[in-house]
């Protein structure tokens, strides 16, 4: 027996082997076929069937969820545990229990996700404002649907939406929900798919009822009149911006600035946060918090704690004596998520398209596709008043003689030929014929079929009132807008995003002065800086600089300073001294062009340095113009680093220097000609790339070569190389004069 069982193992192995074909053969396939068979396929159903909602404000695992707590009956009664809801979902949406919970989590009331959440929940269901409030388990919480997913499942019994199989085709589910309201626009919907992504801010549902209205009695309707900004469920304040929010409005995209609510406990000395940017969250806002202590940027802050409690979200931070709450504030808006951006993305599948519309467009759209359901719901609710008119006009038949009627039946042999016999004796057709056959003994009285006869002119009535309501559009948008009015008498809640419209210039206010203190500025020729205090500069010894560098400018001045550094492209970069470490003589120091980002190949030639942009800014260039621009031309209100057209481009410079008052000047040509002009004679420009005024001339092919600030004694005669008008060639200078620059040089 051993012997045999050894002989069958090795062929049972064979068989098994021979089973997997061509295994372990590699089969070319080209790149674009495996894309289009494999990955588009993936693509489409992260897109079509899971990220992006459709026009019912919807993704698939919401609408799943939600009408299998419709069909659970939760709409009334008591809650139920949401482990029971998790499990019955899972007939229409095959994922995970935990990936169901979670979406069930987001819904509810207790996570105050939404602005108008769609799930009555008991339990602990987490905070979207807070990363570490975990949710329970869903055998622990209890769930039933909110008062306003009435208006999410309002006829969805009349064939007002279609109805398909679910995965395993046991069951129907809807491809959309009949929304009486846009309800895309009232709750928040963020999702990622392939290749694309949607995020959708909420707006409040009053505002959102009365500008669908709106827009449907007047197609030009204003939206910022009556939308007025977008509404989160978490407050704060938004900061306005009417340009944004038409772009928002008008094309879908852009950028809403969210900024969290404080009050001052002016008794406690501490600040209390209680409502925070719907991208933010309560630990974000702390850890960056703390960095910044650490990192030495914030002073002001004490103690920093999160007093959260069933009462809401409470961040405190406690002050140190004397501290402004109001400016710290405007930094920390400025430093920390307490400020942030909300961007926006309206992209909506419609038509089974993924497409980013505007508001305007969502409720366009909308409103097309609740026409639709409430043409469907008339056109159902007309077939049943037809059909129920016409058993009764046969029921009215009867009338005529009721004991035919009995007679007819009793004196019939067969069962089967009671409706026959009906049809024949009234002159009625098998449906009223079956319809009277099916009457009850104690309903034969004349009583009871007037009653139900009285109806049928009412039901005619219904029934043309029906027909024209298929017939005109007004009619269905009259029947829109009541609903829409009873939507936002019934569900309106007041706006929780205050509106906030900022002040010119408080970005700078809250800005933190930076000490002052007196400091020495170095600029070299291949553009490096060092920022040094003057007790460090006794201390020092000689510059480091790069083979081959110098030092061209060294100006003292305060840390508060504005530096100017022009650059070889017409350009100028501004910075402030505070902006530049205090270093030593004996580091290299900063490279500006890198330092403040200098396009690729541009260099700083000259560095201005002012407190209060007086004076004047000389340029001369190379074809012996001169341009004197007043130096309150690059003072900027807002924080720009970079101004274009700093200077004229048409020359190349041949001197560039910071005037605090007008003073003597020696061009020199290349033909070695001098010239010592007075600034004084040159008229001051308001324009900052003007072309200046001739000061020199020249012959052809020559250029002026030099520019420096005269001083007596850097030639023998300087009465030759002065003139009383410009432009002036100027003079060639004597062996005396070629002597003095020989030796001061």
Known sequence: MAAKRQKKEPKKSVNTSAVIENAGVLIEQPIVSTLEENYMPYAMSVIVSRAIPEIDGFKPSHRKLLYTMYKMGLLTGARTKSANVVGATMKLNPHGDQAIYETLVRLSRGCEALLHPYVDSKGNFGKAYSRDMAYAASRYTEV???????????????????????????????????????????????????????????????????TTIAVLKNPEHDLLETLHAPDFPGGGYIVYDEQALRRIYDTGRGGIRVRARYTYDRANNCIDVTEIPPTATVEAIMDKVVDLVKAGKIREIADMRDETDLNGLKLTFDLKRGVDPDRLMQRLFKLTPLEDSFSCNFNVLIGGMPRVCGVRTLIEEWAAFRSECVRRRVFRQLNKKKEKLHLLEGLSRILLDIDKAVRIVRETQEEREVVPNLMIGFGIDEVQAEYVAEIRLRQLNREHILKRTEEIGQLRDDIAEMESILEHREKIRAIIISELENVGKKYAKPRRSLLYYPTEGEDEAGEEPAPDYAVHLFFTREGYFKKITPQSLRMSGEHKLKEGDTVTQAVEATNNSDLLFFTDRGQVYKAKASDFDDTKASVMGDYIPARLGMDEG????????TADYAGYMLFVFQNGKAAKVDLAGYATKTNRKKLVGAYSTASPLAGIFQLAQDAEYLLTSSAGRMLIVHTGAVAVKTTRSTQGVAVMTLKKNNFVERVRPFEEGMVANPHRFRTKTLPAAGALPRAEDAGEQLTLG
Do not use: H, W
């Open 144 to 210: 039933k649907l909110d008062p306003i997913a009435n208006e999410l499942f309002r006829d969805i019994d009349e064939d007002t939406v279609d109805m398909v199989d679910n995965y395993d085709n046991t069951m129907k589910e809807p491809t959309l929900f009949p929304v009486t309201f846009p309800s895309v626009l009232v709750n928040s919907n963020i999702g990622i798919a392939v290749g694309m992504a949607s995020s959708i801010c909420p707006f409040n549902l009053a505002e959102v009822c009365e």
């Open 602 to 609: 541009e260099s700083a030639v000259y560095m201005a340095v």
